[in-house]
């Protein structure tokens, strides 16, 4: 069944080694490793930072609550033009702020307290590093330090904001995504400085909580690693809401009275920007610096990811890796589906399951909102794919029409060989819900034909779009 | 290509027999039967009522526009909860109703202009009645009758709301869903006679628009033709917004000063009440009452619709229905889909296309909405099919929680020997989008583990209410 004396003993001991049949480095998806079929064996749990990892504490979960709140709040102030008078009054931040946290922090909580004292596992709370084949040094955090070693170990340790070198040598006060959402107050101008998927969900919240909102990024174009016309088309959006300074690199930062400034650079010159709070949000790497993958034999990716073959093993022997610490996807759902596939390959060597390759949608929550899936045009065209693309209007669908909907579209790219779809890319209301049948056609093979008219599509739901999508693609 | 005199001559003129390739009676979906297979011959369109039919005038397409707009106004007040202080001033319900049927009406009298004027067809405005095989005589609107024959007859002659004898003997005044959406002033009480969807739709928006609203219904509960655990859980959720009274029969009405007396009973005996606007929302027939299907030949059922064979042929050879008038679906998207096949038969006729029957959908736009495909629980037990199913709350995922639901679920049915879906109901936020990729898989026979595990899902986005409700299904 489980060590339970055996946890105790474990904990806050130096200079013993210690053996285990498994040992999980990060509890976020790595959590989810301690299945019924670790009963009676002995599992390692460590964690340097919070139980649950980045999509519980500071990602995914907390970010949509506040995305939610903010669409709220959004919508309210459009009330107008449906005919419903309202007026915004304001949005009470500490409410809103507490009411997430007062519902993740618990969960995180009892998370670490189960590792603690449940059965089954003994959990080592401070930061891992490899010092040997399948052998671990834990810096605690309490002090001291432990080393053990286990017949497999898994690196689910996860990623980290980058902060660039002239923000971080500026030594002005900033955020990234792992403080910004606990700040106490809103701030009046918050500048955020990256133009990705944190930086546009981030500039939403706070525009749509009556936050002023700068947005400075270096590419051309916001979140410019999607299909160009869907980051085009979100750019303008971006435009008509928020300060948006693209191709604008930030060359010094220094504390002000009340904030910051920015220094920038464009093509035009350079520039001066102040805001009261400065959020760094310009990507997330591996967190693999300190992991003393040398020691461990495990050999990384250029980037910094660990390097994984198809069933999630490392180049060391026993040791796997999952999720943002070696997927190419920042994804939760990918981090989860790779849990999955090697929760199965730890206790079956003779049947190991393949990490999972079908096509990886990603969503972003911000005004709007966007989904995609597959290839971008861009992506057909430097790979000479002949393809075919159709846009779709959400307004020209009654729901859309409902909606008053000028902006949103769906936008689809196929093979007109094959019949089938190479890339989805949607921007607007529900984009990451409507996506769905479309990740399903892509997956299970089904051709743009079969799906637009071998199912019914409500009349007149929002999925109408998708339909009438399916319907404009020439093939 | 196209008999552009020929149209002139027909219309106006009495006494004369004109005889035509294909003769259409309704112009809801059978007016996409004018393809271009007709062009060169002549077809006749004949309308009795608003061009267009009932989905684009007096049903789908107004009602989820003042729905959108009713959502729009509940969302605002109920923006405290999640720390936006908003207030709903009021509802500007001319500005609304105006909005919308500037932009609908147009579209009708475009659409009535295109078949008058417009190339290859031939207008006849009035009431359609068979007087022989394939003969009709049209009462014109503006006096006098015209007689015509065709090759082929397509009857898509819709359905209208039932009023019961109660309301209409008494001489109250009432509306229907053809009138309510286009009243001068919001009432201060409206009274909704029929708990079915057009009764909960109308309920929803005038509710949000700030109207006290009550519904009486027959049954036990509203929406009862539905799985039963959602009705119950819908109808629960109605009474917290609405005066509801099910199980309650109308016995007598009256006139009032401010509005209209209803004499109810219950099993608890009798009672009064009273409100200033009446809405009689009591189901809808096919128009077949007045279409002469003696002299035509043509068979109905004994609820009153045309009976059609697999591929829309009635009893009478040469002549064919679709939509409301025949369809035991009064669904929009399976009258279009019969109108798809219908077009292809008719100039196909070695090579005829069944009528679609795939799992067909319906959504209602309340609060909550719903959407539905497949069977219910109690048709499953009523069948002695075996079964498992499971309800997944929206609150138990990552999105569900951001949007502090508790109420709103995903109930799927399945057949644990073969793993394939049977029904699934939704009541919740845009069920009728997030239920797409059920009907998808229903329709192309994809087994519940395989949708939920052979495809992502973006997380958390609120499609993981239907992912977690498959993997909760024990199959």
Chains 1, 2 share one sequence.
């Not at 949509?64 to 459009?78: N, Q």
């Not at 984009?431 to 892509?442: D, K, Y």
């Not at 019914?456 to 998708?466: D, F, G, S, T």
Request: aromatic share 6%; net charge negative.
């Amino acid at each position: 069944m489980s060590d339970q004396t055996g946890h105790t003993e474990q904990t806050g001991q130096s200079g013993q080694t210690d053996h285990f049949d498994l040992a999980i480095i990060g509890t976020g998806s790595g959590n989810s490793l301690v299945t019924p079929d670790f009963e009676g064996k002995r599992v390692a749990v460590i964690e340097g930072g919070t139980f649950g990892g980045t999509c519980l504490n500071v990602g995914c979960i907390p970010t949509k609550m506040f995305v939610y709140a903010a669409e709220v709040a959004a919508s309210a102030r459009d009330a107008a033009r449906f005919g419903v008078d309202a007026t915004v009054h304001g949005v009470r931040w500490a409410d809103v702020r507490n009411r997430i946290f007062q519902r993740i922090d618990p969960i995180a909580e009892g998370g670490k307290r189960y590792r603690i004292e449940g059965p089954g596992t003994t959990a080592f709370l401070g930061h891992a590093r490899f010092t040997g084949d399948r052998r671990l040094t834990v810096e605690l955090a309490d002090g001291g330090e432990r080393t053990l070693t286990a017949d497999q170990v898994v690196i689910a340790a996860g990623a980290h904001p980058v902060v660039p070198d002239v923000v971080r040598e500026s030594g002005v006060p900033f955020h990234t995504s792992d403080t910004i959402m606990r700040i106490d107050d809103l701030p009046e101008h918050l500048v955020i400085v990256g133009g990705g998927y944190i930086g546009v969900e981030m500039a939403h919240v706070f525009a749509s909580f009556g936050v002023r909102v700068s947005v400075v990024a270096r590419g051309p174009l916001l979140v410019r690693h999607l299909d160009e016309e869907i980051a085009a088309r979100f750019t303008a959006l971006a435009r008509e809401q928020w300060d948006v300074r693209t191709g604008t690199t930030v060359t010094a930062l220094e504390r002000t009275g009340e904030g910051v400034r920015l220094h920038l650079e464009d093509e035009t010159g350079s520039s001066v920007l102040e805001g009261d709070l400065l959020l760094v949000a310009t990507g997330r790497e591996p967190n693999t610096a300190d992991l003393g993958v040398e020691a461990g034999g495990i050999r990384l990716h250029d980037d910094g990811r660990v390097a994984v073959d198809e069933v999630g093993r490392t180049s060391a022997p026993g040791v796997w890796a999952l999720g943002d610490v070696s997927s190419p996807h920042q994804l939760k759902h990918v981090a989860n589906a790779e849990a999955r596939a090697i929760a199965h390959n730890l206790v079956h060597p003779d049947d190991l399951h393949p990490l999972p390759t079908e096509p990886v949608p990603a969503g972003i929550f911000s005004h709007p909102q966007i989904a995609t899936v597959g290839l971008t045009e861009e992506e057909c065209v430097e790979r000479g794919l002949a393809h075919v693309s159709f846009v779709q209007s959400y307004g020209d669908t009654a729901y859309g029409w409902a909606m008053e909907d000028t902006t949103s579209v769906c936008k689809l790219i196929a093979d007109p060989a094959t019949g089938l779809l190479l890339g989805a890319h949607l921007m607007g209301p529900h984009a990451t819900t409507l996506i769905q049948p479309l990740i399903q056609a892509m997956s299970f093979g089904q051709t743009v034909r079969d799906v637009a008219r071998g199912q019914y599509w409500i009349h007149p739901a929002l999925a109408e779009v998708v339909e009438n999508a399916l319907l404009g693609l020439a093939v």
